[in-house]
């Protein structure tokens, strides 16, 4: 890549323009991980935690916060999704939580935002509601796994 594309060139930063572009079938998946302490862990997994129902909670807020990506990130087009979904699994060899997020549009421009916006907003929902009982916990790994469609076509980590 030899310029970026979203500075113009004057230098200042700009929203591409993929007027020009077809719209295409498009998914990406991204994922993150919450380290925490096992006893926290298992207070979720009993159903003890202070803020009520931690994982379903955080599962929602990621899964809002998808649609809201272009609110967030400057430049970021304003997408139509076509789904929106957020899973959390308990991991005791971590001690955490993994969270995976699943966008998909029919767009001109991919949803890798929106996925990563949905994992990071539902690992700050799950530390939000467990920061009572964990000072501890640590957000880390978050990115995109992988992605399809478009013009650069299918990517993916594995």
Do not use: N
Not at 67 to 90: G, N, S, Y
Not at 124 to 146: C, H, P, Y
Request: glycine fraction near 8%.
């Amino acid at each position: 890549m030899s310029r970026l594309s979203h500075l113009g060139e004057d230098g200042r930063a700009r929203m591409v323009d993929v007027s020009e572009k077809a719209p295409t079938a498009r998914t990406a998946t991204a994922q993150g991980i919450l380290i925490c302490l096992p006893e926290t862990l298992a207070a979720v997994a009993a159903g003890k935690a202070p803020k009520g129902s931690v994982i379903a909670t955080a599962e929602l807020a990621g899964t809002m916060a998808a649609k809201r990506t272009a609110d967030l990130i400057p430049l970021c087009h304003p997408l139509p999704l076509t789904k929106a979904a957020v899973t959390i699994e308990p991991d005791e060899a971590l001690p955490g939580f993994r969270v995976s997020a699943e966008a998909r549009t029919v767009a001109a421009t991919g949803v890798e935002m929106e996925a990563l916006t949905a994992v990071t907003i539902a690992c700050l929902t799950l530390f939000d509601m467990l920061k009572a009982i964990d000072r501890t916990m640590e957000i880390t790994g978050i990115k995109v796994v992988s992605k399809q469609g478009g013009r650069s076509g299918d990517w993916s980590r594995e």
